[in-house]
């Protein structure tokens, strides 16, 4: 029996938009819910697609900014992930297309893992 592959407790993550975290929701859901997953291939394309480019801007644009890389620098990046960002989904939609029922659930719940949900703190309104 082969031995059992454990996961990194270790994690690298990157800030969701509103927009994106409810897509990320949204999108989950529906998979979970739906007995035909495979209609809501393209939703989950979409949003495969939205979270590797939200992904690729914040870990190579943001922490250029960061490094103080120029203009110039910055829009290169800027161009070779929209570049990128075109061919994603090409990709994404062929490969996730052959998926089963079953594999299509196992990627949403990829999906739900990587998920960090931080608590939301309100502002105290003066009183």
Known sequence: MPAKRTEPTTRLAFPLSEELRQQTLETLATLRESSDRKRHIPMLGDLISDLTEAGLEYYFVHSLKKAGVGLIGVSTAKLGIASTAKGIPV??????????N?????VADFIEEALIEEPRTRKRRNT
């Open 91 to 100: 990709v994404i939609t062929k490969v996730v297309g052959l998926m089963s």
């Open 102 to 106: 079953e594999q299509l659930l196992a």
